[in-house]
């Protein structure tokens, strides 16, 4: 688990084809690596990979077809910024929100915008992950916990402060810009309880959390 606070910017040092997936090799900054071990968990742009070795300055973790096709590490080359972010463990601030670290889809960046010293984004997210997104709501994109400011639709819109402009790689998005998109845990979790025993049948396969739904389980006038 992760909270969508990231902790450094790392740098793709090189990628290793390994029959037909991938090692990634990554400098990791000024991440501290002094307590991982091969084997732990460690956050690349939202995407949950396990460290396989460990230098003191960065680690390689391996990358299967379906990550690489599914989320945007596939898009990666040698000097590519990166958002990096260990697991979290029981004494770790939950500054965020809690994520798993497994993409749901990935999101188009449509306009960038500067806003006195923030920036205004707007991002496309995939049809089936609208209903997941909600106003003022959370959602993780490549990793960063942010609060959704206005949704339209398969549309979102984000501010973002001077830090996280600082701290993370969105200082470098612009239009056309491909970005991992985590939904929030919760509402998956509910969508799921909602269901109840349909959720056995396939019932309910490709509705969703509709607003009739939850009408006719007694949620709403």
Not at 52 to 81: C, H, I, P
Not at 179 to 186: F, G, H, K, Q, R
Not at 187 to 195: D, G, P, Q, T, V
Request: aromatic share 4%; with cysteine; charged share 20%.
């Amino acid at each position: 688990m992760f909270t969508g606070i990231i902790q450094a910017i790392g740098e793709v040092v090189r990628l290793e084809p390994r029959g037909g997936d991938q090692r990634i090799h990554l400098q990791t900054g000024k991440l501290d690596l002094s307590q991982a071990h091969p084997g732990d968990s460690i956050a690349v742009n939202g995407v949950c990979l396990t460290a396989v070795t460990l230098n003191g300055t960065g680690f390689a973790a391996d990358v299967s077809r379906e990550t690489l096709a599914l989320t945007t590490l596939g898009q990666l080359g040698a000097g590519t910024r990166v958002n990096l972010e260990p697991a979290l463990t029981l004494a770790t601030p939950l500054g965020g929100h809690l994520l798993s670290g497994h993409i749901d889809g990935v999101g188009t960046v449509l306009e960038v915008r500067e806003d006195a010293r923030s920036w205004r984004l707007r991002i496309h997210a995939p049809g089936e992950l609208a209903r997941y997104i909600a106003h003022k709501g959370s959602i993780a994109v490549d990793g960063i916990s942010l609060t959704v400011n206005a949704v339209h639709a398969a549309l979102f819109d984000l501010n973002i402060v001077p830090h996280t402009l600082s701290e993370t790689i969105i200082g470098g998005y612009r239009a056309g810009t491909r970005v991992n998109l985590e939904v929030d845990l919760i509402a998956r979790y509910l969508e799921r309880l909602l269901l109840g025993e349909r959720a056995a049948t396939g019932e309910s396969s490709g509705r969703g959390l509709t607003e009739d739904f939850l009408r006719r389980h007694g949620f709403g006038g």
